[in-house]
């Protein structure tokens, strides 16, 4: 599948298929990789916006005696 980059004032613009099931106004992270190639990467919701002091925390799992390793 191929689409092509097209001027819209001063924005490059490429039309996504419908066939890709993009809804309307769904919002995009753009990552240029380290092969040039541009990766649009869907915006999540933040999961951890509206946790309340305390409600997440992890249990330490590596024992007290952590750096405390004999060499």
């Known amino acids: 599948m191929f689409v092509k980059a097209r001027k819209v004032g001063n924005s490059m613009t490429v039309t996504l298929p419908k066939q890709l099931n993009v809804?309307?106004?769904?919002?995009?992270?753009i990552v240029r990789d380290s092969s040039d190639s541009l990766l649009l990467v869907?915006?999540?919701e933040n999961f951890y916006k509206n946790l309340k002091d305390?409600?997440?925390?992890?249990?330490?799992?590596?024992?007290a005696n952590f750096g405390e390793e004999l060499i």
Not at 23 to 29: C, D, I, L, W
């Open 23 to 29: 809804k309307e106004n769904q919002r995009f992270v």
């Open 54 to 63: 305390g409600e997440l925390y992890q249990i330490d799992t590596l024992g």
């Open 42 to 44: 869907p915006e999540v």
